[in-house]
C-alpha cells in the first residue's frame, strides 16, 4: 500500500506521517516511512539544489524537471521496490506536491504537470493521499514559529501559497475515493485517529490484518 501526505508548508505533514508510521509499525506491518524532494542519493542534491537560496534563479520549468527528476529517482530505486517487497510506504508529499506548487503556484498549468510525473514515475500513483489543508498565513505562522528560515519556495508571498491551496483542495474534489482530507489547524491527536481510520479501512480491504 502506497500512502501519500500532501498540503502546504507548516500543515504538519512530518508529524501525521510519523505518528501513522509509528502505529503501523507497532502492529507488526513493515513501513517504509520517506520524503519528497529527496529519498534518494541524487534527490537529496536534487533537493539541495532547488530549495537553498545561493543556486542562483531557477526558471519555473527547470524547477518543475528537477522535482520530476528527484521523483522518478525515488519513485524506482525506492518506492516500488519497497511495494514490491510487500510493505507499506509512506512518503511526505509526492506528485500533487509537483502539480500544486509548480503546476499552480508556477502557472506552469497543472496538466502538463501531472503528465510530466506520470511520465516520470512510470505510472506510480498513491493508494491514498491524505491532504492535510491548512490555511496559507496560519502555515507562515507555524513555519517562521520553528528555528529553521524558509526555503526558496516556503518564502514566496502568501498569495502563491493560495493557489497551491486551492490546486490541491481541486485536486482531491477531482478523485474524493483516493483523498482523505482533513483541517490541519484540528488537534494532533484527532488527525492521527482520522488518518489512522481511513487506512484501517484500506488495509481491511485489502485482507492485511491491523490491529
Ligand atoms: P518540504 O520537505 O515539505 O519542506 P521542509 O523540509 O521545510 O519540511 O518541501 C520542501 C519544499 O519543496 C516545499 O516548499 C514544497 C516544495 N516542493 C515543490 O515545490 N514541488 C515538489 O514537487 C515537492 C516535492 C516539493
Redesign the pocket.
Known sequence: MFIAFEG???AG??TQTGLLCQELTRRGLTVLAT????GTQIGEKL?SL??DHGHGAIDART??LL??A??AAHAEQVIRPALERGEVVVT???????????GA??SLGTGDVKAL?GWATNGLWPDLTVLLDVHPAHGRHR?TAGA?A?????S?PDEFHQR?RNAFLDLAAAAPESYLVLDAHSPVDQLAAAILERVEQLLAGRGSVAQ
Open positions: 502546504g508548508d507548516g505533514k512530518s520524503r519528497e524532494p529527496g533537493r532547488v530549495l524547477e518543475a522535482f520530476a528527484s521523483r511526505d508529499r509526492y506528485i500533487d506536491s509537483s502539480v500544486a506548487y509548480q503556484g508556477r510525473n513555519r529553521a524558509e526555503d526558496r519556495l516556503e514566496e497551491i
